[in-house]
């Protein structure tokens, strides 16, 4: 039994080394191969291994970036003044918070403002009032 999801390919990942060792374990002896070389080599692979940890957090960085980008377009396309737009996603991508900086050149009524902000967003991205913060910088 597997779990689903992101784990997989790390399992699949941990069971090939493990397969790799019990596989040397019988040829070393044929090939005269050294015991510090096959650990030095699994190694090196657990060092890959930790770099595609990095990647995956480079990603939910780079999605991250890219949404609150999207929503600070959609936002300006409907009119509000908006100087910046952070999120904050899950480990699902799903978002939990959002966070909305308004220009104080903005010639709306800042509650008409804050109410259209959210009622988009809250239709959109299906994110509750309390979770929107509009700031008027």
Known sequence: MTPAGSYKKYIKF????????????????????DESKLYGIVNQMDVYGNESKMN?????????????EAIKIELSDRGFSIEQVSVITDKDNKLLSCVV????????????ENNNIKKYLFQVYNLDNHNINVVRR
């Open 56 to 68: 995956d957090n480079q990603v939910v960085d780079y999605y991250n970036l890219s949404l609150a």
């Open 14 to 33: 941990f069971t090939g080394i493990v397969a790799i060792i019990i596989l040397m374990k019988p040829i070393s002896f044929i090939f005269d191969f």
């Open 101 to 112: 900086y308004v220009s104080k050149k903005s010639e709306l009524d800042m509650e008409f």
